[in-house]
């Protein structure tokens, strides 16, 4: 049988993108919510009843909207927002890196200092893994 996440979420009066997970167990259909962890339990004949009605009268979609207060979900993931911080800090470390100032001066004048030479290298290149890390973050965030 198969079930219609936008029924479910109209007989459970929430956003479709609030449902996490839907399953048929024997005679009940149970929901999982992205914001609770408990499972939410409609009869498969509630369900049937409500898509018969849905096909009596299609306006009746549009009339019904989620209740005010009604368990909403949250558009921005923890995956993604760690993304967007790791791709930050990786700019800004591989940019302090670009900039960085790899001379010394000395009586004879300005000298490349080798130490200071392998620094910048290495800020480059972990400010570069670190922004990789966030775009890979951001890029396989699975609640898209």
């Not at 609030?18 to 005679?27: C, G, P, Q, T, Y």
């Not at 149970?30 to 339990?41: F, Y």
Request: glycine residues 8%; hydrophobic residues 40%; charged residues 20%.
């Amino acid at each position: 049988m198969y079930i219609d996440r936008r029924a479910v979420a109209l007989i459970l009066k929430v956003k479709i993108g609030n449902i996490r997970k839907v399953n048929k167990i024997e005679e009940n259909i149970c929901v999982q919510l992205w914001d609770s962890k408990e499972k939410v339990t409609i009869s498969v004949q509630e369900y049937k009843q409500f898509i018969a009605e849905l096909k009596a009268n299609p306006k009746l979609a549009v009339s019904i909207s989620p209740q005010e207060g009604a368990a909403t979900p949250n558009n921005t993931s923890t995956q993604r927002t760690i993304g967007i911080i790791l791709i930050i800090i990786g700019a800004i470390i591989g940019i302090n890196g670009c900039t960085m100032d790899t001379t010394v001066s000395t009586s004879f004048g300005s000298v490349n200092n080798i130490g200071l030479l392998s620094e910048k290298n290495n800020r480059i290149q972990t400010g570069g893994m670190i922004f990789l890390g966030g775009v890979l973050l951001y890029a396989l965030d699975k609640r898209q």
